[in-house]
């Protein structure tokens, strides 16, 4: 569906077997006038040879004054009879169209082959005013890789190609390695050794030789003594904040937060970095070295059924501290409501009604950082360790206790106290409600005594909590006496005397924060089909990393994949190609690699209506993970591999799928044109699979490939507005555009950034478990098209990539955005599933759609009103059948609906409207839900702000690296705070070199930044730090983004980036563990 591109023309050292009459050589290349000529023998012809035309324009057109004339004893000539008004003789005689040829010659003026039988019978081409002549590449072909030196100021540089072919040079200019190089080979060009008085770097460094050869490659030599500045922005992602009182003595606020009366004010919906400690950490330097930091209040408004977690990261002790943190929840009145008291990683507790709160995050013993994430409702993701949370009445000063008989039976201690039916608990009496040790027993203590084991500090909060509220503080003493029950080894269980058992808010699905699925009218679409056919399976191949094949989310929905990276070194897995596509990761240190395919697999095909996880776009599709994307990227030659083995079609595998793929989905890219590529895609559209591709995240109209080669459907992508994303490149080559995310905002306000959420792992121990993520991309908008592609592929088994071009062209499955009919930034607009698998209904039904069941849509999908007072929504049908609206109830007192202009149905204008009479400042949301008579309902997400709630997000003091190849440190500042959520920063005095930057907070002060926790970010994303190559010239807009570094199962990271790397500090040097 795209124009022919244009072609490079360059003559290889084949030339010489032709026969130039009157042709003009510049260079490799030859030019032919108007009625000049050139004769080609076949004899000297190799098999395989191209001959390309004339060029001069985007298309090529020849018309009837072009000729090909064939001299000679030629049999078999086969061209598309479109073309025979082409003059074509052979020795004069009329050309005789037939089947047959063995070898190939392409002539480029007729944008076709043409295969010609040489049968041992040589023959003169004659080809006349035609433009310049390109002949193919074969593959024992030899080509040479050459660049310049500049710079160089005596002495000797040493070069190296893959490190072992060598080249010394002695002065600037031209330079050529002396070893020649084929078809697929790959060069990564370095400087060995360099003059001591100078540093010299590489750039066009590496690549793959695909038709000729390399003479781009540019060494810049720089005096040692240059120095230059490197400068940027640093900007805090939305929705976060931090601790006011940390372990860092130079953080910016350090104000105490202990008490109720010093709570910390935060915003609904954020996500916060937070330190505690039952203890001083013994260190001189740090703010709690020997004073404890044992309670942290926090004051918010809060909505019924959101969830407030809590990840303790030092939990498990495998960083400085360790240490054992639990979550209080207590209403206006400093009544406690609820409390998480695991001694695990994660808590959790449930906010029954709206209102105004206090969260205490309360050290029980040790010292931890924290994060804080305030969620959007209950139905958010419980984290995978199970939490220990009391959120009924319970009896102050009681506990119910089941001994281990174990323990009484061997201890006489134990046997005398059960004897005269009192326990000691935490040096309390408790008097037990009988001696059998088989039963549970009530035990029940003085409230008056003193608790004689608390934490250093924790006199203040307990204090100022029974001043406050005295039964609170009743409350809040005996689970701390149950805590401590629950860690002897003489007890099995010990839980509160509960006045009541209360309920669990169910927690099965993250589908909710799946926002790209029903702005692209996925739920619809699932009405008449969720992806299964009739018979068989449609199968999407994700050619890209591989996937982590026992993902939680993923059972069930992969087919066999294969592993083409051909190179050990890329791979990680230490071998070639072989059948196991499984993802190891692509990068060296745990928690920083991307899990790419992954992600992308989940979006098209997740587990989907399981309880758990995401949903993908089409559940009943299957994934075949192909892997070609290494610790290095991915070469071209594998893609092609993975493609054709996608197709079925002979691979360097030597084996195809027992079915072939019927989409593929490529979320990869880059700059490089391929013939090779082009012709494996034509081969695979030809065996009928569609192809879709990312159209490249660099902001930029430049073609990125492969989503720019001819017959590729290229996908950009769009925001939560359907507005083009911020990163989404542009331009011609663009069909068609869908959700990608953009992590730098959160504008439907449900304390995650907007990004993609789909499947990802967490191998931050060592092991990998299954866990989910935002991501941003073209890379996360491309599923999105595949898996509706999979939507009408169930529907419509027959569809070809022709009848898909045709429907994107016609905007059948689209709708329009921006500027009136097929655009650079959305292509021919934005995918809507439910147009999609109507368009396949009605290619299955012959042409004509049958009823179609009634399907109730909104639009908007979502309101988002801010702080405006009232909104329209517009209820239609879109199905086939009859039917209306019999009621709406909504989810909040303040939000209101009624009907403004509706038929008789109740389809129509409903004006949506909110009072903010008595509500405290914050973010809140709701849910309207529309009943429909097909026992079908319809739910629109509201939301909204009372006051200037700030979302800017919150970062306190950062430290910034300048770090080496090795990350080590070798320069450090702190940025400059604008007041606005950014910084700005600049490293001065920083000599020749390759770098990379990267920073962030140090809460806990043990003098590492970006662990677990903490707030952290690097150039351009952190995790896949790009180097930063300083000749003699400062380099500004290094800008990126920080974010706080959790495992929560959905988090706010973008893209993978957002993972924990040891990074010391140089300003602090401590004698920690």
Known sequence: MKPAKSWLAACIPMCTALSVQSATQVGNNLFLASGESLSIETAQLQPGTEIYGAEGSETVTADSSTSLILDGNIENLNLPLNYADYAIAINGTQLTFSVGGVEQIRFRGLNQPINVGFNDKNAVITLTGLGQIETALTDDTTFSLSGTVTGLSGGTITLANNETDTLDIGQNGPFTFTNGLNIGDVYDVSVNTQPTSQVCSVNNSEGVFTNGDISDVVVTCTESSVTVTLSGIVSAASNTDLDSDINDPQSTENVSNDTFDSAQNIANLITLSGFASAEGTGQALDRFGFSADASDIYAVSLQANQLVRMQVVDY??????????????????????????????????????????????????????????????????????????ISGDFVANEAIVQLNTDSVATSGNLAQALHSQTLTVNQVQAQLSHNNPERAMLARWDGTQAL?????????????????????????????????????????????????????????????????????????????????????????????????????????????????ISDPTNARDGDGIDNNADDPGDAAQLSSSSWHGTHVAGTVAAGTNNGIGVAGVSWGAKIMPLRTLGLYGGTDY?????????????????????????????????????QSAQQAINAVRAAGVIIVAAAGNENTSQFSYPASYDGVISVSATDYNNNRAPYSNFGTRVDIAAPGGDTGADLNNDGYADGVLSTIVDDSTGTRQSTLSFYQGTSMATPHVAGVLALMKAVYPNLTPGQVDTLITNGDITN?????????????????????????????????????????????????????SSATLVLSNVGGESASILSVTDTASWLTVSAQSVDSNGLGTYLVSVDRTGLSESKYSATLTFSVSNNTTLNVQVSMQVGSTDTTGETGTLYLLLLDSELNAIDQMTPTDLGDGSFSYNFTNVSPGTYKIAGGSDIDNDNFVCQLGEICGGYPVFGKLSEITVTNQDI?????????LSTFGATGQSHGEAKPVLLQRMDLQKNLK
Request: glycine share 8%.
């Open 816 to 868: 329009d955005q921006g500027a009136s009919g097929r655009d650079d930034i959305y292509g021919h607009g934005i995918i809507d599933a439910l147009k999609a698998v109507e368009a396949a209904q009605t290619l299955a039904q012959g042409g004509t759609t049958g009823p179609l069941p009634a399907v109730i849509t909104a639009s908007p999908s979502s309101l988002s009103l801010g702080i405006a």
């Open 638 to 674: 594998d893609i092609i591999q993975a493609m054709l083995f996608s197709a079925g079609l002979s691979n360097d595998s030597g084996t195809v799928p027992p079915q072939r793929a019927d989409i593929i989905n490529m979320s990869l890219g880059g700059s490089g044109y391929s």
């Open 452 to 564: 004689s084991t608390l934490a250093l500090s924790e006199s203040a909060f307990s204090a100022d909590l029974q001043r406050k509220n005295p039964e609170a503080y009743a409350k809040w003493q005996t689970l701390q006496h149950i805590k401590r029950l629950q860690q002897r080894s003489d007890v099995a269980f010990a839980h509160p005397n509960y006045l009541y058992q209360t309920k669990r808010v169910p927690n099965d699905t993250r589908y909710e924060f799946q926002w790209h699925y029903p702005i692209i009218n996925l739920p619809q679409a699932w009405e008449i089909t969720t992806g299964t056919p009739d018979a068989g399976n449609v199968i999407v191949s994700v050619i890209d990393t591989g996937v982590f094949l026992n993902h939680s989310d993923l059972q069930g929905q992969l087919v066999d994949g294969y592993d083409f």
């Open 1036 to 1044: 500004s807009g290094l800008d990126f983004i920080t974010e706080i």
């Open 316 to 389: 498990a002790g495998t960083d400085t501290y360790q240490g054992d943190l639990d979550l209080y929840l207590y209403d206006s009145s400093q009544e406690l409501i609820a409390s998480s008291l695991s001694v695990n990683e994660f808590e959790e507790v449930t906010i029954p009604s709206s209102g105004n709160y206090f969260i205490q995050v309360s050290a029980f013993s040790g010292i931890s950082k924290y994060t804080l994430k305030l969620d959007n409702s209950a139905t958010a993701a419980s984290p995978p360790d199970s939490t220990e949370q």
